[in-house]
């Protein structure tokens, strides 16, 4: 499948104007990394998918329509974003712990084991019963049957993923649950009568003043459409909680940050994050601590969704809705909020509640097994970037922007869910390219054309650009990253 004919498998499948196609083009072929699986088209598709909603969210507000191209070198580099991040000319940071990898089985299998947080590498070493190296959690992986250790390690709530074929995987009572979901769902969230907001502009609220124009009437809302914004942005106005971390929720908050939103990341002080990837993915974000296991920071969220449009998390499902912050409770608080969920293994079905990360999912599902059967590897194989995290963020963002434009036209309030593990089963579906895994591997030098710098309280960044050229609203960051925890919790801050 083509880029292009991806791209028109998304708009179709959020109900878009096929007429907004015509504004679009996506170059470039596979395989531009060295991968069976087509993700060329997976980015192009995906960034082309989001970058056309802001220009329909901007052909609402203006009634001007623009040229969107996406270039496929370019959307591949910023699927490798975090690889490429560099500071004050530095080497390239460490993303992985150096527990996490392949192990060997007593019964001939390969299991990995995503030991990236401190607790996760100690509740493995601690199931285990070994010593806290690589040599010893080898030797006790040997002394294990594959699925035996992968279902004990879930169990435990710990991460993991036996490597599995992708009849293996098909076989599963999770992929088969996942099988009945569509690759994304943006639904109206019904049965809460205080939610059903009336039509809402996008970037229009209640109690903003000035006047701004979306091509049918003057509405109040120059108060949220920062001083300094470049024109009339896609999404200037529009405030987004953003709930995440790691990758692809993160990507989902830049994404609609790089197009004007005021995007306010809120992080518990007590969770761990990978530092390279706060910076990677915070560019165009406020950051702010609050705790929801305390009364009062639970109060001050509430009251920050309650002035918010898009509440984004990434938890896995049913966590947050345990702190009374559930579509439901949201959109009785806030009518007119788009609610986005983004999970690993899909909201339904045995591994709901399964923790998971591209890698594993990757793993689990057979897009690791076919890659290491097709290159002839001696050990497992991933894709050469954490395709699954990126697609998801980006789908995410443009099922929040295909929302803010339903609300638009149909008011309501409204709920859109992804997960990696539904990309993964599309990407799966795109079918692969024989000796794809032969093509060239970018490094650094070979994009830095396509870099950009940015001076940060981390010192001078060297990051991706937005892959998405825009005729009339360039993409860009507002905001360099900051230090998590940097700003007071309030949008008027």
Same mark, same amino acid.
């Given at each position: 499948m083509t880029a292009f004919r991806a791209l028109e498998h998304l708009w179709s499948l959020a109900g878009c104007p096929a007429t907004a196609l015509d504004d679009i083009r996506l170059t470039g072929d596979d395989p531009g990394l060295p991968s069976v699986y087509r993700v060329g088209a997976l980015a192009n598709a995906t960034i082309g998918a989001a970058a056309l909603a802001a220009a329909e969210c901007h052909r609402l507000r203006t009634g001007r329509r623009q040229r969107v191209e996406v270039e496929q070198r370019r959307a591949l580099a910023v699927f490798r974003s975090e690889r490429y991040l560099r500071i004050d000319d530095g080497a390239a940071p460490e993303l992985r712990d150096p527990l996490m990898g392949f192990y060997a089985t007593r019964d001939g299998r390969w299991i990995q084991l995503h030991t990236n947080f401190p607790h996760h590498r100690r509740g493995v070493v601690k199931l285990l019963g070994c010593a806290d190296d690589h040599a010893a959690v080898s030797a006790a992986i040997r002394e294990r049957d594959g699925a035996a250790l992968d279902q004990a390690l879930a169990d435990a709530g710990l991460c993991a993923a036996l490597i599995r074929s992708p009849n293996e995987w098909a076989a599963l009572e999770q992929a088969r649950a996942l099988a009945l979901l569509p690759l994304f769902e943006i639904e109206r969230i019904d049965g809460v009568a205080e939610g059903d907001a009336a039509p809402m502009p996008i970037g229009a609220h209640a109690g903003a003043s000035g006047e701004f124009n979306d091509g049918r009437a003057t509405f109040d809302v120059a108060s949220r459409v920062r001083p300094g914004s470049l024109g009339t942005r896609p999404l200037a106005g529009v405030r987004v909680l953003d709930l995440s971390r790691i990758i692809a929720g993160p990507v989902a908050g830049r994404t609609l940050a790089q197009h004007g939103a005021d995007v306010m990341l809120v992080n518990g002080p007590h969770l761990p994050n990978i530092a390279p990837l706060v910076i990677d993915n915070g560019r165009g974000k406020r950051s702010a601590f609050l705790d929801v296991r305390r009364a009062d920071e639970r109060a001050t969220l509430?009251? &920050? $969704?309650?002035? *918010?449009?898009?509440? &984004?998390?990434a938890y896995r499902p049913g966590a947050l809705a345990a702190h009374g912050f559930s579509p439901e409770a949201l959109a009785r608080a806030r009518p007119g909020i788009v609610y986005v969920s983004i999970c690993a293994y899909g909201p339904t079905g045995p591994w709901a509640q399964r923790r998971g990360f591209d890698s594993l999912v990757q793993s689990a599902s057979g897009i690791a097994w076919t890659e290491t059967e097709a290159a002839g590897a +001696?050990?497992?194989? !991933?894709?050469?970037?954490? +395709?699954?995290? !990126? *697609?998801?963020?980006?789908? *995410? *963002?443009?099922? @929040?922007?295909? @929302?803010?434009?339903?609300?638009? $036209?149909? /008011? /309501? #309030? =409204? !709920?859109?869910?992804? #997960?990696?593990?539904?990309?993964?089963? =599309? &990407?799966? #579906?795109?079918?692969?390219?024989?000796?794809? =895994?032969?093509?060239?591997?970018?490094?650094?030098?070979?994009?830095?054309?396509?870099?950009?710098?940015?001076?940060?309280?981390? /010192?001078k960044v060297l990051a991706t650009a937005p892959a998405e050229c825009m005729s009339a609203t360039p993409p860009g960051f507002d905001r360099p990253p900051v230090p998590l925890g940097t700003d007071v919790a309030r949008w008027d801050a």
């Open positions: 509430f009251a &920050l $969704a309650q002035e *918010a449009d898009v509440f &984004l998390q +001696a050990s497992p194989k !991933h894709l050469p970037c954490q +395709a699954l995290d !990126h *697609a998801t963020g980006y789908l *995410a *963002a443009f099922g @929040a922007m295909v @929302a803010l434009m339903r609300r638009a $036209a149909e /008011g /309501g #309030s =409204w !709920h859109v869910r992804v #997960s990696l593990a539904q990309t993964g089963r =599309w &990407l799966q #579906s795109l079918g692969t390219i024989a000796d794809g =895994w032969r093509a060239p591997d970018p490094g650094l030098d070979d994009v830095r054309d396509l870099m950009q710098t940015m001076e940060t309280p981390f /010192g």
